[in-house]
């Protein structure tokens, strides 16, 4: 199969401030990003790479799989799947990926003691880093700690012809809620320039501690969490070249739609 690489690089020096809870920035690491959240929103559910090839471009991150057959966590160089049910597997190196975010994750920033009634409530203090550090970059964040309550779902995977993801999952999603539960959350922000390639703002999806429990985070509470963020100044990104790819309109407007699978 040939693929395409785009590599757009935002040479924008990173200014980190210096203050106690933060470490500077190691190095100027790169997202990386398999098709288009809009590609994916429109049935473009078959694989671009394999899990094996995915992990040659990072170890933290979020995504789907073949024919949206779970949600996908990427924690510390292992690709997680959350099936329908709500339970958790490791992928295996030859699945393959219609769609991810990953990156290889420095903690650019580490902050304790982070306390959410509420997704939106997480999602201010997230955005509050992100305006002191620019909004323009991008960010991969870790939080974990115990959630006192979280709500994320997953969906069955998807049979050919593919319906558009937004109709999916009016049947498809499941849902699960869990109390006092530890994990981590992984969490992508895209700036909002990235509104036709993905989505702007923060996507989160999280994993249990045990490694049993996860799903796309729709709701959640976090008590006493630690924070760690990474900041991201590169952005490539690899598109499929087959004709199902090709025929489609990438240009309309998604964002209503993307909203409604993203649950905000
Ligand atoms: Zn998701």
């Not at 785009?6 to 920035?25: G, N, T, Y």
């Not at 994916?40 to 094996?52: F, K, N, P, R, S």
Request: net charge negative; aromatic share 8%.
């Amino acid at each position: 199969m040939k693929k395409l690489v785009i590599a757009l690089l935002l040479s924008l020096a990173l200014a980190v401030s210096a203050s106690a809870q933060e470490v500077p920035a190691q190095k100027s690491d790169r997202l990386f990003q398999v098709a288009l959240l809009q590609s994916l929103m429109q049935g473009e559910y078959d694989g671009v790479v394999t899990v094996g090839e995915l992990k040659q471009y990072g170890d933290t991150g979020i995504g789907t799989f073949q024919a949206v057959n779970g949600e996908m966590i990427v924690l510390d160089g292992t690709v997680y799947r959350a099936v329908w049910d709500g339970s958790v597997e490791v992928a295996p190196d030859d699945e393959t990926v219609p769609f991810a975010n990953v990156t290889f994750f420095d903690a650019d920033i580490k902050a304790g003691n982070v306390n959410a009634d509420s997704m939106s409530e997480l999602k201010s203090i997230l955005n509050s880093v992100v305006r002191k550090h620019g909004r323009n970059q991008f960010y991969m964040a870790k939080i974990t700690g115990l959630m006192p309550s979280i709500l994320v779902r997953s969906e069955l995977k998807q049979e050919e012809p593919y319906k558009l993801l937004n109709d999916a999952l009016k049947t498809d999603q499941r849902e699960f809620t869990y109390s006092d539960i530890r994990g981590t959350v992984v969490a992508l922000y895209c700036p909002d320039y990235m509104e036709g390639l993905n989505t702007a703002g923060w996507h989160l999806h999280f994993i249990s501690e045990d490694r049993q429990k996860g799903g796309h985070v729709l709701d959640l509470a976090v008590k006493d969490g630690t924070l760690e963020l990474d900041i991201i100044s590169e952005f490539a990104m690899i598109v499929p070249n087959r004709e199902s790819f090709n025929g489609k309109g990438l240009s309309i407007n998604m964002k209503e739609a993307i909203q409604q699978v993203e649950g905000n």
